[in-house]
């Protein structure tokens, strides 16, 4: 079994190790902001980060007034 530190291939992306942080939340005005920027920056070590979701027009919200 690979351990964390070795590189993945995945599909074009070749991800220099195997930590994949999942996306786990978003502002609630739907806009990054400087909190988001520091906190994926805090993060960057991950081979691989998914972001959380912003909206491009608020009614695509799935919680209105969330």
């Known amino acids: 079994m690979p351990s964390f530190s ?5 599909g074009p992306l070749l991800l220099k190790n195997r930590v994949i942080m999942s996306s786990l939340t978003r502002d609630r005005n739907f806009v990054p902001g400087p909190l988001q920027v520091e906190y994926y ?3 960057a070590g991950a081979g691989l980060i998914l972001t959380e979701g912003t909206m491009i027009e608020k009614v695509g919200s799935e919680w209105s007034n969330a």
């Open 6 to 10: 070795t590189p993945l291939q995945l």
């Open 41 to 43: 920056t805090q993060r």
